[in-house]
């Protein structure tokens, strides 16, 4: 049986914290990167795409991920 799987994401002006958790709110995995606002919009976007990336490689074998909230 699969377990459904969600990553949670905390975009702060300092910091983005991101999780991998499961339905009933079990946390998984939790990483955290500096924000770099001096990147602008897309080094935000490209760093958000590699949290992301980080925690679906988490997932695999773990269960079905079932969708991302920001």
Do not use: F, N, Y
């Amino acid at each position: 049986m699969s377990t459904d799987l969600a990553i949670g994401i905390d975009l702060g002006g300092t910091a983005i914290k991101a999780c991998l958790s499961t339905a009933s709110g079990d946390i998984l995995r939790e990483i955290q990167r500096p924000t770099e606002a001096q990147s602008g919009p897309e080094g935000i976007i490209a760093l958000l795409v590699s949290m992301i990336a980080t925690l679906e490689e988490a997932a695999r074998g773990t269960g079905a991920l079932r969708g991302i909230g920001i």
